[in-house]
């Protein structure tokens, strides 16, 4: 636990002092800022429900960008074997990384509070799906970091560490698509299954055990993939 | 200290190492000689864990590095061959983290870190960024990292490969100072490096162990006969079948001594031979008679001094030859 809170601090440190952590918060952040106010002045309620579901479709692209250097740059650069050697489980490795970007990606939410905050000094927004979109927000993030955690896994590369987390997340959001055109039973268990659809009860003030524990087990099913990728690559190379 | 018994690694069809054991005693600086792609690296990354074994075992203080990996790392300090850096931190900021993951605990960190600090000569560059330090401080933290925690065994990859001289004999001063209260493993393809640190040797080819003594023994048990280079103008077997037959010779064989198998036995109607004779035997006179009487001219006859590279060349042409033809497949 002590060295899950060692790794956690030394990749924190690593996302603020090289500028990856500033760039995609800054895109985030802008791409955000453009939905809030044309949300707002378009709609003129004081709301966030659009700006934060266009706020979770944005950090679909983001997640990979932020995670995909993690685990793919120890394995580049060696410093994996330190790591590896060390008496510190995989587990406490892959967790503490992850956490590091969980933490950065709460910065960035931190930051887009300025937006309901912007609300209620004008206006009177209902609280309540604010503060239940902002935890669906945290969820829906949490996963999307720990598919691109995993992603990070599997290669040496950033680049196709990206590109594959990428894709995983693309493939988890567009279930929802497939679901329009394949009816029935098999339809909807495809749609249970997309990573969007369970974040739209959060957006309208729902806190649902289901969709909450759909992220959670998201996020430990990516992340338990990781510490057995790494742990495979004992035996491979 | 390090128990490595019928030790196998394979990749796929390829062979890492095969069936490899060896013991390492306490207090014991052990050499690991070998062509690149010998293995070494392997070897060194079983025993440390980074890399599962297909078979076999390896025990570092009595605990098996795949049963009990937690209790066996905590008694490692392990130097890979590029030495594990964070290029983003500073030197001290880099050992603290380490003494972090190796759990020391917080109230002897400092002093320990200071120790370590002093004994690798890090004193000019502990406030810098790491990616600032040059190649030879680089080693050195490296090496500061392997050292902490005070580990029984320390594994060093090469630790003096893409240095400067003057670097390369610091870091060997330096690691035979450790081997007083330390058990290690040294990987270097560079010989004299070997045989000027280590107590014994490990020649390790094309994955399997060739040979294990101290420096002396082996080139004791070379030089246990000379050898000489002979070149005669004549049927290539029909030289080698007498040179053969003549009394304090042990073996013939076809090609240029010391360069090993495979060189080729001169040119057509000449006899390039290296011939293995007892040491107190003087088969010069003999086989000059013995040519002479046959008619075959005597080109060239000289005595050729073995010495602890042509020791490693000989124990290790194979490789040679497979490293020859992967360039000739390659290109």
Redesign the interface.
Known sequence: MLKTWSIFKREVAAYFLSPIAYVTGAVFLVLSGYFFSILLFATRSASMQGTLGNMAVTFIFVAPVLTMRLLAEEKKLGTDELLLTSPVSITSIVVGKYLASVLTYLVFLAVTLIYPAILRHYGSPDMGPIYSGYLGMFLFGAACLAAGTFASALTENQMVAGIVGFGILLLFWILSWVSAAVTGPVGQAISMLSILKHFDDFQKGIIDLSHTLYYLSFVFVFLFLAVRTIDSRRWSA | MIEVKNLTKT??RARGVEDLTFSVEKGEILGFLGPNGAGKTTTM?II?????ATSGTVRVAGYDVFEDP?EA??R?G?L??????????TVR?YLH??C????IPRSRRSGHIARVVEACGLGPVYGRLIQNISRGFKQRVGLA?ALLGDPDVLILDEPTVGLDPRQIIEIRELVRGLGSKHTIILSSHVLPEVSMVCGRVVIINNGRLVAIDTPEGLARRLRGSRCLAVRVRGPRDGVVAEVGALAGVRSVSVGEAGSGAGTPGGPAGEAVLSVETELAADVREALFFKMAERGWPILEMRFVDLSLEDVFLRLTTEEKLDDASEVAASA
């Open positions: 990749y796929g990354r440390t864990g980074y890399l599962a937690m790392r905590r490692i392990y890979p061959e590029n030495p594990p850096l964070y290029r983003e931190m900021g983290f380490v972090e993951i190796k759990g990292q």
